[in-house]
């Protein structure tokens, strides 16, 4: 039996315990700031949980779309559009790369592949879709690939149809 000649205590002092929870304070928050991140794709979370990729497909679907409904062209910012799909892996406008520190007023803001959010004054001003179906439905029944009859159904005829010239964002 070990005998080191000094007392033990049945209890800590006072100040061992404001210096541990001192520590624990600061720590905690830097522990969870520094391991936030936003969710990997629905794909690889479902292969490493063992499911299918048809259901990590499905998940997949159901997300973007509840992500889409929450932002509002005008009203949400980029930092809705961080809090919801993470931080974007790209910034560009007229084919120029962008870094995220000099972003002028008019950017995109490429999400993911197939979708990126213009940006005009710090407000989402439109959301853009690629040519891949990332599963997004709009009213139910529209999505990348949809017929031309199946979106006027669902719209209605255009006001106008403009025939060649430069696209304008």
């Given at each position: 039996?070990?005998?080191?000649?000094?007392?033990?205590?049945?209890?800590?002092?006072?100040?061992?315990?404001?210096?541990?929870?001192?520590?624990?304070?600061?720590?905690?928050?830097?522990?969870?700031?520094?391991?936030?991140?936003?969710?990997?794709?629905?794909?690889?979370?479902?292969?490493?949980?063992?499911?299918?990729?048809?259901?990590?497909?499905?998940?997949?679907?159901?997300?973007?779309?509840?992500?889409?409904?929450?932002?509002?062209?005008?009203?949400?910012?980029?930092?809705?559009?961080?809090?919801?799909?993470?931080?974007?892996?790209?910034?560009?406008?007229?084919r120029k790369t962008l870094t995220e520190e000099d972003l002028p007023h008019l950017?995109?803001?490429?999400?993911?592949?197939?979708?990126?959010?213009?940006?005009?004054?710090?407000?989402?001003?439109?959301?853009?879709?690629?040519?891949?179906?990332?599963?997004?439905?709009?009213?139910?029944?529209?999505?990348?690939?949809?017929?031309?009859?199946?979106?006027?159904?669902?719209?209605?005829?255009?006001?106008?149809?403009?025939?060649?010239?430069?696209?304008?964002?």
């Amino acid at each position: 039996m070990l005998r080191t000649g000094n007392p033990l205590y049945g209890h800590p002092s006072l100040t061992a315990m404001i210096v541990v929870l001192t520590l624990a304070l600061i720590a905690l928050p830097t522990t969870l700031a520094v391991t936030n991140r936003p969710a990997d794709d629905a794909e690889t979370q479902a292969g490493a949980a063992g499911q299918s990729t048809t259901s990590a497909r499905e998940n997949k679907d159901g997300d973007i779309n509840a992500k889409i409904a929450q932002l509002k062209p005008g009203v949400s910012t980029i930092r809705d559009v961080v809090r919801l799909f993470g931080k974007p892996i790209a910034y560009s406008w007229e084919r120029k790369t962008l870094t995220e520190e000099d972003l002028p007023h008019l950017y995109v803001a490429t999400l993911m592949e197939g979708l990126s959010v213009v940006i005009l004054n710090k407000r989402v001003s439109k959301i853009r879709f690629g040519p891949e179906d990332l599963g997004y439905v709009f009213r139910d029944r529209i999505r990348i690939g949809s017929s031309l009859e199946d979106v006027l159904a669902v719209l209605g005829r255009p006001d106008e149809t403009v025939v060649g010239g430069q696209v304008q964002w």
